[in-house]
Protein backbone atom coordinates (compact mmCIF):
# COMPACT_ATOMS: atom_id res chain seq x y z
CA UNK A 1 0.00 0.00 0.00
CA UNK A 2 2.70 2.25 0.83
CA UNK A 3 4.41 1.43 -1.79
CA UNK A 4 1.80 2.12 -4.65
CA UNK A 5 1.01 5.80 -2.36
CA UNK A 6 4.59 7.05 -3.58
CA UNK A 7 3.97 7.00 -6.95
CA UNK A 8 0.52 8.52 -6.74
CA UNK A 9 1.50 11.36 -4.36
CA UNK A 10 4.68 12.00 -6.22
CA UNK A 11 2.13 11.98 -9.81
CA UNK A 12 -0.09 14.40 -7.72
CA UNK A 13 3.14 16.50 -7.11
CA UNK A 14 4.25 16.56 -10.19
CA UNK A 15 0.94 17.52 -11.70
CA UNK A 16 0.52 20.50 -9.74
CA UNK A 17 4.32 21.64 -10.22
CA UNK A 18 3.59 21.67 -13.66
CA UNK A 19 0.41 23.42 -13.51
CA UNK A 20 2.66 25.89 -11.67
CA UNK A 21 5.19 26.11 -13.95
CA UNK A 22 3.31 26.69 -16.46
CA UNK A 23 0.89 29.73 -15.60
CA UNK A 24 5.01 30.81 -14.28
CA UNK A 25 5.82 30.37 -18.07
CA UNK A 26 3.02 32.16 -19.59
CA UNK A 27 3.22 34.83 -17.40
CA UNK A 28 7.24 35.18 -17.72
CA UNK A 29 6.81 35.39 -21.70
CA UNK A 30 3.97 38.05 -21.22
CA UNK A 31 6.65 39.85 -19.22
CA UNK A 32 9.83 39.22 -21.67
CA UNK A 33 7.24 40.48 -24.45
CA UNK A 34 6.37 43.72 -22.77
CA UNK A 35 10.22 43.90 -21.43
CA UNK A 36 11.20 43.55 -25.45
CA UNK A 37 8.30 46.52 -26.82
CA UNK A 38 9.78 48.17 -24.16
CA UNK A 39 13.33 47.80 -25.50
CA UNK A 40 11.98 48.88 -28.87
CA UNK A 41 10.90 51.82 -28.15
CA UNK A 42 13.84 52.52 -26.32
CA UNK A 43 15.26 54.99 -27.93
CA UNK A 44 19.94 55.31 -28.42
CA UNK A 45 22.01 57.61 -30.08
CA UNK A 46 24.23 56.47 -32.05
CA UNK A 47 26.85 57.04 -34.84
CA UNK A 48 25.68 56.42 -38.32
CA UNK A 49 27.93 55.51 -41.43
CA UNK A 50 26.89 56.53 -44.94
CA UNK A 51 29.10 54.36 -46.75
CA UNK A 52 28.76 55.55 -50.14
CA UNK A 53 29.98 58.65 -48.64
CA UNK A 54 31.97 57.36 -46.14
CA UNK A 55 30.45 60.39 -43.74
CA UNK A 56 29.01 60.14 -40.41
CA UNK A 57 26.02 61.61 -38.43
CA UNK A 58 25.03 61.19 -34.97
CA UNK A 59 21.01 59.66 -34.97
CA UNK A 60 18.71 58.27 -32.59
CA UNK A 61 16.92 55.38 -33.50
CA UNK A 62 14.53 52.87 -31.44
CA UNK A 63 17.11 50.41 -29.67
CA UNK A 64 15.57 47.22 -31.85
CA UNK A 65 17.01 48.87 -34.81
CA UNK A 66 20.45 48.83 -33.24
CA UNK A 67 21.28 45.45 -34.77
CA UNK A 68 20.95 46.44 -38.30
CA UNK A 69 22.85 49.45 -37.99
CA UNK A 70 25.58 48.08 -36.46
CA UNK A 71 26.25 45.42 -39.25
CA UNK A 72 27.31 48.27 -41.42
CA UNK A 73 29.91 49.60 -38.72
CA UNK A 74 27.84 52.56 -36.96
CA UNK A 75 28.87 52.59 -33.10
CA UNK A 76 27.07 53.12 -29.79
CA UNK A 77 28.71 53.20 -26.74
CA UNK A 78 31.86 52.11 -24.23
CA UNK A 79 32.09 48.42 -24.58
CA UNK A 80 30.19 47.80 -27.86
CA UNK A 81 32.17 45.32 -29.91
CA UNK A 82 34.19 46.73 -32.81
CA UNK A 83 36.91 46.02 -35.02
CA UNK A 84 38.94 43.39 -33.29
CA UNK A 85 38.09 44.28 -29.82
CA UNK A 86 36.12 46.51 -27.91
CA UNK A 87 35.08 50.21 -27.61
CA UNK A 88 37.19 51.48 -24.72
CA UNK A 89 36.80 55.32 -25.06
CA UNK A 90 35.03 57.82 -27.62
CA UNK A 91 36.85 61.08 -27.96
CA UNK A 92 34.54 63.41 -26.22
CA UNK A 93 35.21 67.88 -27.21
CA UNK A 94 38.36 69.46 -25.72
CA UNK A 95 40.31 65.55 -26.26
CA UNK A 96 43.09 66.19 -28.95
CA UNK A 97 41.82 64.42 -32.39
CA UNK A 98 38.08 65.02 -31.24
CA UNK A 99 35.84 65.75 -34.20
CA UNK A 100 32.36 66.45 -33.95
CA UNK A 101 31.78 65.38 -37.51
CA UNK A 102 33.67 61.90 -36.94
CA UNK A 103 33.79 59.42 -33.95
CA UNK A 104 36.77 58.58 -32.69
CA UNK A 105 38.28 57.12 -29.93
CA UNK A 106 40.35 54.15 -28.24
CA UNK A 107 39.64 50.26 -29.37
CA UNK A 108 40.49 48.08 -26.37
CA UNK A 109 41.69 44.34 -26.75
CA UNK A 110 38.75 42.07 -25.28
CA UNK A 111 41.37 41.06 -22.71
CA UNK A 112 45.07 41.20 -20.96
CA UNK A 113 47.88 39.44 -23.33
CA UNK A 114 49.37 36.71 -21.80
CA UNK A 115 53.39 36.64 -20.95
CA UNK A 116 54.82 33.45 -22.59
CA UNK A 117 58.20 34.14 -20.40
CA UNK A 118 56.45 34.24 -16.93
CA UNK A 119 55.01 30.88 -16.34
CA UNK A 120 53.33 29.87 -12.78
CA UNK A 121 53.08 27.35 -14.34
CA UNK A 122 51.34 28.88 -16.98
CA UNK A 123 52.14 32.04 -18.73
CA UNK A 124 50.71 34.72 -16.36
CA UNK A 125 49.37 38.13 -17.79
CA UNK A 126 52.80 40.40 -16.56
CA UNK A 127 55.37 42.03 -18.14
CA UNK A 128 57.96 43.93 -17.02
CA UNK A 129 58.78 47.18 -18.99
CA UNK A 130 62.22 47.10 -20.28
CA UNK A 131 65.33 44.90 -18.87
CA UNK A 132 67.73 46.40 -16.44
CA UNK A 133 70.09 47.83 -18.52
CA UNK A 134 72.41 49.84 -15.49
CA UNK A 135 74.71 47.15 -15.29
CA UNK A 136 76.45 47.49 -18.25
CA UNK A 137 77.28 50.32 -19.80
CA UNK A 138 74.82 52.65 -17.31
CA UNK A 139 71.67 54.14 -18.17
CA UNK A 140 69.63 53.65 -21.69
CA UNK A 141 66.30 55.94 -22.01
CA UNK A 142 63.96 55.39 -24.94
CA UNK A 143 64.12 59.27 -24.68
CA UNK A 144 61.29 61.89 -25.67
CA UNK A 145 59.72 60.27 -28.15
CA UNK A 146 58.06 57.16 -25.98
CA UNK A 147 57.13 60.21 -23.13
CA UNK A 148 53.90 61.28 -24.87
CA UNK A 149 51.63 61.30 -22.19
CA UNK A 150 48.08 62.22 -24.22
CA UNK A 151 45.67 61.11 -26.21
CA UNK A 152 47.47 59.92 -29.79
CA UNK A 153 50.34 59.07 -28.23
CA UNK A 154 50.03 55.88 -27.51
CA UNK A 155 51.25 54.12 -30.70
CA UNK A 156 54.36 56.62 -31.19
CA UNK A 157 55.68 55.94 -27.82
CA UNK A 158 55.09 51.94 -28.67
CA UNK A 159 56.97 52.16 -31.87
CA UNK A 160 59.64 54.18 -30.22
CA UNK A 161 59.79 51.44 -27.45
CA UNK A 162 59.90 48.89 -30.20
CA UNK A 163 62.82 50.64 -32.31
CA UNK A 164 64.94 50.81 -28.99
CA UNK A 165 64.37 47.56 -27.38
CA UNK A 166 66.82 45.46 -29.94
CA UNK A 167 69.91 46.78 -29.30
CA UNK A 168 69.25 46.78 -25.88
CA UNK A 169 68.55 43.26 -25.11
CA UNK A 170 71.23 42.38 -28.25
CA UNK A 171 73.68 44.14 -25.43
CA UNK A 172 72.28 42.86 -22.61
CA UNK A 173 72.37 39.24 -24.59
CA UNK A 174 76.09 39.91 -25.35
CA UNK A 175 77.03 40.29 -22.38
CA UNK A 176 75.31 37.65 -20.58
CA UNK A 177 74.23 35.36 -22.78
CA UNK A 178 72.78 33.09 -20.58
CA UNK A 179 70.05 35.59 -19.77
CA UNK A 180 68.74 34.91 -23.52
CA UNK A 181 66.36 37.77 -23.01
CA UNK A 182 63.49 37.54 -25.65
CA UNK A 183 61.95 40.89 -27.11
CA UNK A 184 58.26 39.98 -26.42
CA UNK A 185 58.38 39.30 -23.19
CA UNK A 186 58.47 43.71 -22.58
CA UNK A 187 54.81 45.06 -22.55
CA UNK A 188 55.22 47.14 -26.13
CA UNK A 189 56.73 44.69 -28.34
CA UNK A 190 54.13 42.18 -26.73
CA UNK A 191 51.69 44.54 -27.60
CA UNK A 192 52.65 45.72 -31.11
CA UNK A 193 51.37 42.37 -32.60
CA UNK A 194 48.89 41.70 -35.19
CA UNK A 195 45.82 39.69 -34.21
CA UNK A 196 42.15 39.60 -34.50
CA UNK A 197 43.11 40.84 -38.15
CA UNK A 198 44.50 44.04 -37.03
CA UNK A 199 48.87 44.99 -36.75
CA UNK A 200 48.01 48.78 -35.51
CA UNK A 201 47.69 47.44 -31.33
CA UNK A 202 49.91 49.54 -29.14
CA UNK A 203 50.41 49.89 -25.40
CA UNK A 204 48.52 52.83 -24.47
CA UNK A 205 49.94 56.13 -23.34
CA UNK A 206 49.32 57.36 -19.65
CA UNK A 207 46.44 59.80 -20.57
CA UNK A 208 44.92 56.46 -22.93
CA UNK A 209 45.61 54.13 -20.44
CA UNK A 210 43.51 56.14 -17.95
CA UNK A 211 40.66 56.61 -19.89
CA UNK A 212 40.26 52.70 -20.23
CA UNK A 213 40.51 51.87 -16.58
CA UNK A 214 38.04 54.48 -16.12
CA UNK A 215 35.62 52.11 -18.65
CA UNK A 216 36.91 49.15 -17.27
CA UNK A 217 33.22 48.28 -16.28
CA UNK A 218 31.51 48.73 -19.27
CA UNK A 219 34.48 47.37 -21.38
CA UNK A 220 34.69 43.90 -19.50
CA UNK A 221 37.40 41.38 -18.86
CA UNK A 222 39.28 43.45 -16.28
CA UNK A 223 39.94 41.72 -13.30
CA UNK A 224 38.12 42.06 -9.78
CA UNK A 225 39.82 44.55 -7.40
CA UNK A 226 40.25 42.28 -4.50
CA UNK A 227 40.71 44.31 -1.00
CA UNK A 228 43.57 47.13 -0.92
CA UNK A 229 45.85 44.61 -3.83
CA UNK A 230 46.49 46.60 -6.57
CA UNK A 231 45.92 45.83 -10.54
CA UNK A 232 47.96 47.65 -12.16
CA UNK A 233 48.77 48.31 -15.99
CA UNK A 234 51.76 49.87 -17.75
CA UNK A 235 51.70 53.02 -20.22
CA UNK A 236 53.82 53.38 -22.72
CA UNK A 237 55.01 56.63 -21.77
CA UNK A 238 58.83 56.42 -20.20
CA UNK A 239 58.90 58.32 -17.22
CA UNK A 240 62.03 60.85 -16.25
CA UNK A 241 62.87 62.14 -13.05
CA UNK A 242 66.16 63.87 -12.74
CA UNK A 243 67.26 62.74 -15.80
CA UNK A 244 66.73 59.18 -14.70
CA UNK A 245 64.50 57.44 -17.34
CA UNK A 246 64.59 54.24 -15.57
CA UNK A 247 60.64 54.39 -14.92
CA UNK A 248 57.50 54.55 -16.69
CA UNK A 249 53.69 55.23 -15.97
CA UNK A 250 51.12 52.78 -15.04
CA UNK A 251 47.55 53.30 -14.06
CA UNK A 252 46.05 50.99 -11.25
CA UNK A 253 42.91 50.46 -9.53
CA UNK A 254 42.16 48.35 -5.82
CA UNK A 255 38.57 47.83 -3.97
CA UNK A 256 39.58 51.20 -2.86
CA UNK A 257 40.27 53.60 -5.97
CA UNK A 258 36.92 51.76 -7.69
CA UNK A 259 35.47 52.94 -9.96
CA UNK A 260 38.35 55.49 -10.17
CA UNK A 261 42.08 54.53 -11.02
CA UNK A 262 45.70 55.94 -9.89
CA UNK A 263 48.49 57.12 -12.36
CA UNK A 264 51.79 56.90 -11.11
CA UNK A 265 54.99 55.50 -11.88
CA UNK A 266 57.72 52.83 -11.12
CA UNK A 267 60.82 51.19 -11.78
CA UNK A 268 60.34 49.50 -15.30
CA UNK A 269 62.71 46.85 -15.20
CA UNK A 270 61.87 45.40 -11.89
CA UNK A 271 57.94 45.21 -11.71
CA UNK A 272 55.56 43.49 -13.46
CA UNK A 273 52.29 44.48 -14.62
CA UNK A 274 49.42 43.59 -16.83
CA UNK A 275 49.38 45.25 -20.32
CA UNK A 276 46.10 45.74 -22.50
CA UNK A 277 46.82 46.23 -25.81
CA UNK A 278 44.74 49.25 -28.00
CA UNK A 279 44.15 50.46 -31.19
CA UNK A 280 42.89 53.77 -32.91
CA UNK A 281 39.49 54.04 -34.77
ZN1 LIG B 1 23.41 53.06 -39.53
Given at each position: ???????VL???????C??E??S?L?L?QA???S?????????I?I?H???????????????N??P???A?G?IW?V????K?GK???IL???DP??????P??L?A?????????Y???D??P???????????G????V??????????T??S???A??????????????T????????????A????????G???W?L??R??L??????R?S?G???????????S???S???????????A??C???????P?Q????NDR?I?E??????R??
Open positions: MRKMLLPAALVMTAKKMVDSREIASAAAKGAEKAWVDATTNTWKQMTINAAWDHQHDKGQEYGIGYQAGGYDAKLHGIAAEDLLNPYLDPPQFFTWAPDVNGIGFFGGEAARGTAIGGLNTNIVQYLPDVVNTINTFPWLDLKLDRYAVACRKEFNYNDFPSDEQKILQNMIGFPDANGPFRIYWSTEHSWDGDASRYLYYDSGTAGVVTYSYYRARPVYF
